[in-house]
């Protein structure tokens, strides 16, 4: 996960320019489920601004995996409109057993029917994820460890619910990349913070995003950027034309609408720190493919 840095009045800015007239009618039906006391439509509107979010997010990259996927036209049937807060319900995770060991507490929630309404229209709300993160994992779970606040309109008054996911969308949270790192293709949490540190864990885990085995393909993109970038990395120390077409492809790699940018920007630092371990690194990255079921 990397942030994409984006003020909400920014974001509201591009909304309403890429989609005139979205703003005022979002505004009126989050009046409309005020008054109802819940979410309720017979159709929504959210999908009007998925594009947006995927221009904002590098170029279609989920916002949790950053795998990328094709542009507006096909990639908005590749990745989901994402609500870090589920409008109208909100279902249990089930926690890792070592997870809950280590701290991780968990806020029973509220009950069937029951979601954060007044968000199902604010744009601190959304995120673009591809479907594995968002239909497959995230559905409408919202683990937290404070007490769940529904009524709540304003996401940037929410964070004393103490959610367990990271948002990297704008500054309402903590930059993930502070959180989590990545050794090879396996990521980890190093927040030098108790508590950040098992979101980091959290975050990793509810989103499996190092499991070998639910998560091949995406494992099989990480190890194929780092054999790419080590080799780019190598070539960087010889001299000429290739030096520098090598470098500027590193650049590119480490750019955020570049795929899996927080796991190229780690093995960057290790090479440039210990460029033997980072060879040792990209080496299980090539087992690692070699060895892997198609
Ligand atoms: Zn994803």
Not at 8 to 34: I, M, N, Q
Not at 78 to 85: C, P, T
Not at 214 to 236: G, P, Y
Request: one cysteine or more.
């Amino acid at each position: 996960m990397i942030r994409y840095d984006i003020a909400l009045d920014e974001l509201e800015a591009l909304v309403d320019e890429r989609v005139p007239g979205w703003l005022e009618r979002a505004k009126s039906r989050t009046e409309g489920f005020r008054t109802k006391g819940k979410y309720e439509e017979k159709s929504s509107i959210w999908g009007e601004v998925k594009p947006v979010f995927m221009e904002v997010q590098g170029g279609a990259k989920c916002c949790f995996c950053e795998r990328q996927f094709e542009a507006e036209k096909l990639g908005r049937y590749e990745l989901d409109l994402e609500h870090y807060r589920p409008k109208g319900n909100v279902k249990k995770w089930e926690c890792p057993p070592e997870l809950v060991r280590e701290g991780v507490s968990l806020t029973e929630p509220p009950g069937s029917d029951k979601g954060y309404h007044l968000l199902a229209y604010h744009l601190s709300n959304y995120a673009a994820a591809c479907k594995a993160c968002n239909s497959g994992l995230k559905k409408d779970c919202f683990p937290i460890a404070g007490e769940y606040d529904l009524g709540g309109d304003d996401p940037g008054k929410l964070m004393g619910e103490r959610p367990w996911l990271l948002f990297p969308i704008g500054h309402l949270d903590v930059d993930p990349e502070a959180v989590i790192d990545f050794h090879g293709i396996f990521p980890r949490s190093t927040s030098d913070d108790p508590t950040t540190r098992l979101r980091g864990l959290a975050t990793i885990a509810f989103f499996s995003l190092d499991d070998v085995i639910a998560r091949k393909n995406l494992m099989k993109e990480r190890a194929l950027v780092l054999l790419l970038l080590h080799a780019f990395l190598v070539r960087t120390d010889d001299q000429g034309d290739a030096a520098a077409e090598s470098a500027a492809l590193v650049e590119k790699m480490l750019e955020p609408t570049s795929p899996h940018t927080n796991c190229a920007r780690s093995f960057v630092r290790l090479f440039r720190s210990d460029p033997a371990q980072a060879a040792v690194v990209a080496g299980d990255a090539g087992t690692f493919l070699r060895s892997v079921s198609p």
